[in-house]
């Protein structure tokens, strides 16, 4: 008998896996159902042109910041509420992300890949500080320089922001290459490397953000009946809980990277663990990590910690394009890449990712692959380190040039504007379009239209729909005395041209 008297009922191995299955492939579906709603949503917004403002969580940071409500905003409000009451269940039957990495996990194994966990003890700090950096960091300024709050309020697209109806959905949203190449970073490559789920351990910001109010959470996954510690529930956690050992400890999972999916309730074969409501963990996880078999040594995590970090401040915004997501995944596989070369160092025997690099301390020819690749990635992201620096300070003058604009005025500013970005443009992997435009203005603003046209021509080849790139073009051919170039112009692309200027 079990605890309360009911009758103990006990699987066979196979009967609780087959149970399981049956359980993953109905939250494949419901994560399915998630992509349909998103899709839906889209659609509504190609053909209405105006739909429900974007379910994007990123978006309560206009609430917290500037006290517009969002309807990310509101969804992040519920989505905590949910934490607070019943944990982290969004997590992993509502998020897309977990979606693509689960799909990722699952197409990897199809291929005999099983990727193996990274038990960092630090690495979860790096989805700490970006929950700092976008959601208290704001506020922190805002106090700091004594700014009062706007407090709540609903805004249209006419204000410059739609809080609950928009038509300009893409309004926080990458282009279709810098939105796939989060996704494979994010959703792919970080799974093969460290792990299953290691975006939601390392990386999220919202899930560092669900993290600490689940800690407080009154629902969990808890012990119900008689364990007999065969592991189960820990080889099936795909999140890397050792399941078998805090419930032995702790009654209950006390981690707080429990994402509730239920695997581990329906592969236990004697049903000893269900999700119900009782104390809240609080710290009790604390230590979890030191108690790993494979914690990564102190000198590793620091290493991955420090390289994560170097790794977002360059390629954060890198051409004036990506996303803190992608360069927090880009930092976090340097992170990983450099604590592996430090391994080639000091391990006689090591493998990585099924590939053995190193075998009684010789380096075998895959290493050697391996280093090649290495001095690669060394020189891409000097470069791109570089290039940063140079966009940043770029950047910085042509602000200090646009605070006070007029012809021949802002001459030493301008000119280390045009310094940088030029730079940018020559030697950069990509041109950033961003650099054309405030060439381009940087060049009027000295008095050098002939050298501003060809860049405010290229932001016109870019965005053949913007008015307002054509009226500039059409004012720097006036200034260079080209008449009859700017008429055309504004005959073409302007409409009927208003005589107000000469
Ligand atoms: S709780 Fe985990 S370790 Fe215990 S019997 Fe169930 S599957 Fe096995
Ligand atoms: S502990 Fe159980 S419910 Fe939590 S993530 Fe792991 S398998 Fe899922």
Redesign the pocket.
């Known amino acids: 008998m079990r605890r309360g008297g009911e009758a103990l009922v006990v699987l066979t191995v196979s009967a609780a896996k087959a149970r399981a299955a049956r359980h993953g492939r109905a939250r494949a579906l419901v994560l399915l159902v998630v992509h349909l709603v998103i899709a839906a949503h889209i659609a509504h917004w190609l053909l209405a042109g105006r739909t429900v403002a974007p379910l994007e969580l990123n978006e309560s940071m206009y609430t917290l910041e500037r006290g517009v409500i969002t309807v990310g905003g509101i969804l992040m409000a519920l989505i905590v509420l949910s934490v607070f009451v019943f944990g982290r269940f969004f997590c992993?039957w509502g998020c897309h992300v977990l979606a693509l990495q689960d799909g990722a996990a699952w197409l990897l194994e199809r291929v005999g890949i099983r990727p193996r966990p990274v038990r960092s003890r630090l690495a979860p700090l790096v989805g700490l500080s970006v929950a700092f950096y976008m959601f208290a960091w704001p506020q922190v300024e805002r106090l700091w320089f004594k700014q009062p709050w706007a407090g709540l309020r609903v805004t249209t697209d006419e204000d410059g922001l739609g809080s609950l109806v928009t038509s300009d959905f893409l309004r926080n949203l990458p282009g279709p290459w810098v939105a796939g190449a989060t996704f494979l970073v994010c959703g792919g490559v970080l799974v093969w490397l460290l792990g299953t789920r290691s975006f939601c351990r390392f990386a999220c910001p919202y899930g560092a953000a669900f993290s600490i109010v689940d800690r407080v959470s009154i629902g969990g996954?808890r012990l119900t009946g008689d364990c007999d510690q065969c592991g189960l529930?820990t080889t099936?956690?795909?999140?890397h809980?050792r399941?078998h050992e805090e419930i032995a400890q702790h009654g209950r999972?006390v981690?707080p990277?429990?994402?509730?999916?239920?695997?581990?309730?329906k592969i236990c074969p004697r049903n000893a663990?269900s999700?119900g409501f009782g104390a809240p963990s609080l710290l009790r996880s604390i230590g979890n990590a030191n108690r790993s078999p494979n914690a990564w040594m102190w000198r590793e995590d620091v290493s991955l910690l420090g390289t994560t970090a170097l790794g977002v401040l360059i390629f954060r915004s890198l051409y004036g394009e990506l996303p803190l997501f992608l360069a927090v995944g880009i930092g976090l596989l340097l992170g990983w890449c450099a604590v592996m070369s430090m391994r080639m160092w000091t391990n006689e025997n090591l493998r990585v990712a099924r590939v053995q690099l190193r075998l009684h301390r010789r380096i075998t020819r895959s290493g050697r692959v391996w280093w090649v690749l290495m001095v690669t990635v060394f020189v891409f992201v000097t470069h791109s380190a570089w290039i940063r620096w140079h966009e940043a300070q770029g950047q910085r003058a042509w602000q200090a040039c646009s605070l006070e604009p007029g012809i021949g005025a802002v001459s030493e500013s301008g000119a280390s504007a045009v310094e940088h970005l030029e730079l940018v443009l020559a030697y950069g992997l990509w041109q950033p379009p961003y650099a054309h435009r405030m060439l381009a203005d940087v060049y009027a603003w000295m008095g050098q239209p002939a050298n501003a046209i060809p860049h405010a021509q290229r932001m016109t080849e870019l965005w053949p729909e913007a008015t307002n790139r054509w009226q500039q073009l059409a004012a720097l051919l006036r200034m260079t005395g080209d008449e009859r170039g700017a008429e055309r112009i504004e005959r073409e692309h302007l409409g009927a041209r208003s005589f107000d200027s000469d």
């Open positions: 992993s996954i529930c099936v956690c795909t999140t809980i399941v999972v981690s990277n429990c994402l509730k999916d239920l695997d581990c309730t663990l999700w």
